[in-house]
T-cell receptor, first 110, second 115 residues
Framework: LAKTTQPISMDSYEGQEVNITCSHN???????ITWYQQFPSQGPRFIIQ?????VTNEVASLFIPADRKSSTLSLPRVSLSDTAVYYCLVGAVSNYQLIWGAGTKLIIKP | KAGVTQTPRYLIKTRGQQVTLSCSPISGHRSVSWYQQTPGQGLQFLFE???????NKGNFPGRFSGRQFSNSRSEMNVSTLELGDSALYLCASGLGGGSSTGELFFGEGSRLTVL
């Protein structure tokens, strides 16, 4: 059963690139990796999803190495509004289990 | 396309009472999952329903229960409320399979306060 581990907190500055890594050592072959963003008192919001290698959309990139034991969410040129909690999720296709990380609190400073 | 709707948004109960929360998923979504989130804490998975069947369950006591109706709407119930049940309860909907596993759409949550 996959377990996800991510840093509790990180901080950075406006305009920097931020990388948040999630470890998922026991990920199964068909499992997908998804990242969410959550602001206080709101439900999490989908950022990006991937299976292997690299996925990019208009807000982020997701890097997944060949062994898939970790994944890295990359946020380019962050702004103050990117201050939020970021969750890593492993979705187990075989039994539909959803394994959530504990969340990384990202603080962006001016 | 309407998003996930949770009702009520806020409610106050006293210890020993019970509460029922409702979640209407996005049209076409058959999976509904529920989460408890206390201040400063992450998402604690309660249970997931797919086509009216509970497919997965987290580690919560039996006081927490749920169900899903044929139209995919879901309810969760907490009986014999305790102070520690005060939390934001989030519902998420999804298509529920294959590559969509993990692609979830969350509601704004129901904030429960137990006095």
């Amino acid at each position: 059963l996959a377990k996800t581990t991510q840093p509790i907190s990180m901080d950075s500055y406006e305009g920097q690139e931020v990388n948040i890594t999630c470890s998922h050592n026991n990920i199964a072959t068909n499992d997908y990796i998804t990242w969410y963003q959550q602001f206080p008192s709101q439900g999490p919001r989908f950022i990006i999803q991937g299976y292997k290698t690299k996925v990019t959309n208009e807000v982020a990139s997701l890097f997944i190495p060949a062994d898939r034991k970790s994944s890295t969410l990359s946020l380019p040129r962050v702004s103050l509004s990117d201050t939020a909690v970021y969750y890593c999720l492993v979705g187990a296709v075989s039994n539909y289990q959803l394994i959530w990380g504990a969340g990384t609190k990202l603080i962006i400073k001016p | 396309k309407a998003g996930v709707t949770q009702t009520p948004r806020y409610l106050i109960k006293t210890r020993g009472q019970q509460v029922t929360l409702s979640c209407s998923p996005i049209s076409g979504h058959r999976s509904v999952s529920w989460y408890q989130q206390t201040p400063g804490q992450g998402l604690q998975f309660l249970f997931e329903y797919f086509s009216e069947t509970q497919r997965n369950k987290g580690n919560f006591p039996g006081r927490f229960s749920g169900r899903q109706f044929s139209n995919s709407r879901s309810e969760m119930n907490v009986s014999t409320l305790e102070l520690g049940d005060s939390a934001l309860y989030l519902c998420a909907s999804g298509l529920g399979g294959g590559s969509s596993t993990g692609e979830l759409f969350f509601g704004e949550g129901s904030r429960l306060t137990v006095l």
